[in-house]
């Protein structure tokens, strides 16, 4: 074993969590639930009486249930049951263990698939180059082949589980540990359900086995009991040790019970103390202390994700209109799953861009916004004529490609700050804007689509009608200056007046002098599905003429924006897939004229790297009289700024955890 393998499978798996949602567990990151249970031990006869055994006792637990890597419950995958014994006693067997614990990894499948160090480094380095592109770890395959061949069908079916229930179902620490002072002594953990094991076929739904939890310990249920064993060697040696890939000959002896009685779990409270959760095989007495070379790795690996948990979850977080399980709430089996998909594809966009996944590349600036508000305009609590407030405006490409010279749109974002604190903060209003006054496509399901194809499959995409070619266009810029452009939200925003009438609107950026539109290409051009292009060969200006264009403006012209909006009164029977909703189509500019609300003017551009890194710009950020409306499916029209709200928080926390300097 060496320590550069080591250090190189904690150095991607960090990496892994911030190119998906780094806010959660590197691996075991989809609690099902977090519990309260007895651990119980009754009169061990020897040699088992050892460490926890030693003598009878009854001990507080939590129990915590997962899925190994899927969010998707009806999805085969390895599952986990980490037991946090409480107010055991003894030496510790790692001197940063925490006192009074000791921890249980255990999981659905009796063997490991990886026998040393050196070739979980050879594992992880294949499966952050694979995994992305939803490939195998081919590498790590051919690695096995030559040298293990035997652990191909360990590999193969060791995350292929499905469970019925999560309380119906075996499970195993897989690794070993030792028992006892004696290192010829080691022993390998199962908790078995007393009801027997359930096994079958997978449930409904995306989130079945939670809902199984639930119904499992309501009220009125019987408490849920496994008893738990344990499996002795007395020949352990490095030959032994290092093996986890093989099942042992002896039986496993009951030593402990584990009681999970009746109880309400699925809170957000309870879940967010089960998240808080930290679980480790070193969080252990010196009796029952880890040992071979995966014990060795996760020794360094889960204490360092641990720390890059806590430092990144909070980000991205603040001032938010609506919470997480307002999101989530009411959102189909179809849409959770494409979420999850949206988030680690984005996840993964910012950490290896080493910034935002997409509209990379930007400038930024500090001014004011002077509240212009057009007297037909419905009154509202924020948008208030003669206000004054904070603002930072940020322009960028939307191709996330660093050469200004490259055929793409424009887009701009705009942060309102309250006035208290300056331009420090969260702020209380984001407004993200492009080029162009509709998407090309009518949905998340559609937008998701577009993200995962091939440009040829783009093209096809686009002969299909999925993408719309001619609104595709229209978002193109002959990109000159980003003070050439009007700038669009693409989607509605519910929008509440001072009498709490509701109504739908939209916003655009115009330039200051309200100049018209230009820089539209010519009427030849085509985009075949491509959002954005390699410059032309013969293009002579700078690769970031767009950005230092508006930089020598700010310092030394006039830069001034007006923001308006557009009202939509209520259609009748309004629902998420209403056509007023539809972000491909943009409302009538007769029947619904754009309102003054702003005027702003920027007057300091921001040159250090780090605060315009730290910029988080999201949908979901508004006041009260500004909400995004809500989706139940990815097919309707709604879903689009209901997903972003979604995926952002995540992608913010993955851009904010990336090596520095970061990309902007």
């Known amino acids: 074993m060496t320590d550069t393998s080591i250090q190189t499978v904690t150095a991607i798996q960090i990496g892994m969590m911030r190119a998906t949602q780094p806010q959660l567990r590197g691996q075991h990151f989809k609690m099902h639930g977090c519990v309260e249970a007895t651990f119980e031990v009754p009169e061990v006869a020897p040699p088992l009486n050892v460490g926890l055994f030693a003598a009878p006792g009854r001990y507080k637990a939590l129990v915590r249930f997962s899925n190994g890597r899927e969010k998707d419950d009806r999805t085969p995958d390895i599952h986990g049951m980490a037991i946090k014994v409480l107010g ?35 594992f992880m380095q294949s499966l952050a180059r694979n995994a992305p592109r939803g490939q195998p770890p081919v590498e790590f395959i051919e690695h096995l082949s030559k040298t293990h061949p035997e652990d191909l069908a360990v590999l193969q079916g060791f995350n292929k589980q499905v469970q019925t229930s999560p309380l119906s179902a075996d499970y195993w620490s897989q690794v070993p540990y030792g028992f006892g002072p004696d290192p010829t002594h080691a022993c390998r953990y199962r908790a078995t359900p007393r009801a027997g094991v359930a ?7 995306h989130d079945y086995l939670r809902e199984a939890m639930v119904a499992g310990l309501s009220e009125g249920a019987a408490p849920v009991v496994f008893d738990f064993r344990v499996q002795l060697r007395t020949d352990a040696d490095a030959a032994v040790l290092d093996n986890p890939t093989v099942e042992w000959a002896p039986d496993y002896i009951p030593v402990a019970t584990v009681t999970i009685p009746p109880q309400v779990f699925d809170t957000h409270d309870r879940h967010a103390f089960g998240e808080a959760l930290r679980f480790s095989p070193w969080h252990a ?80 600036g500090r001014g004011t916004a002077r509240f212009i508000t057009d007297p037909d305009f419905p009154a509202n609590e924020f948008f208030t004529f003669g206000r004054v407030l904070p603002v930072i405006l940020r322009h960028s490409s939307p191709g996330a490609r660093e050469d200004d010279r490259a055929r793409d749109g424009m887009a701009a974002s705009v942060k309102f700050f309250s006035g208290e604190t300056g331009h420090d903060g969260p702020g209380v209003l984001d407004i993200l804007m492009n080029a162009g006054r509709q998407l090309f496509v009518r949905s998340i399901r559609d937008f998701s ?146 309102r003054d609300l702003c005027e702003i003017r920027i007057d300091e551009p921001i040159l250090d790297n780090e605060a315009v890194s730290a910029l988080d710009m999201t949908p979901n950020r508004s006041p009260a009289c500004i909400r995004i409306p809500l989706a139940t499916s990815p097919r309707q029209y709604a879903s689009l700024g209901h997903a972003r709200a979604l995926v952002y928080p995540g992608a913010r926390a993955v851009r904010a955890a990336a090596e520095k300097p970061q990309n902007n």
């Open 88 to 122: 055991v006693t003894g030496d510790r067997a790692h001197p940063d263990a925490p006192e009074g614990e000791q921890d249980f990894i255990l999981a659905d499948n009796p063997v490991f698939f990886i026998r040393t160090a050196e070739d979980y480094a050879i």
């Open 199 to 205: 096994t079958g076929s997978a449930g409904a739904g």
């Open 285 to 364: 007495l010196a009796d029952h202390r880890p040992v071979g070379q995966i014990n060795e790795i996760r020794k360094v690996v889960y204490p360092a994700s641990q720390t890059e948990r806590a430092k990144i979850a909070p980000l991205g977080q603040d001032n938010l209109r609506l919470t997480e399980e307002e999101l989530r709430e009411g959102i189909d089996d179809e849409f959770k799953a494409l979420i999850d998909k949206l988030a680690r594809t984005f996840g993964f966009l910012s950490s290896t861009k080493r910034g935002r996944g997409t509209h990379t590349w930007g400038v930024a």
């Open 449 to 594: 689509t577009f993200v995962h194809a091939s440009p040829d499959e783009r093209k096809e995409l686009v002969r299909q009608g999925l993408m719309m070619e001619p609104e595709l266009i229209e978002a193109y810029r002959i990109r000159g200056s980003f003070l050439d452009s009007r700038y669009h939200s693409w989607q509605c925003f519910e929008f509440f007046d001072s009498a709490g009438t509701r109504s739908y609107i939209r916003f655009r950026l115009i330039p200051g002098d309200r100049g018209p539109e230009r820089g539209l290409p010519d009427p030849g051009f085509r985009a075949e599905g491509a959002p954005s292009m390699d410059p032309v060969p013969d293009d002579p200006r700078a690769p970031d003429f767009l950005r230092q264009e508006w930089i020598y403006q700010v310092k030394h012209s006039e830069v001034r924006y007006i923001l308006q909006g557009q009202i939509h009164p209520e259609p009748e029977n309004v629902h998420p897939d209403h056509e007023v909703l539809n972000p491909a189509r943009a409302w009538n500019e007769i029947h619904y004229p754009w």
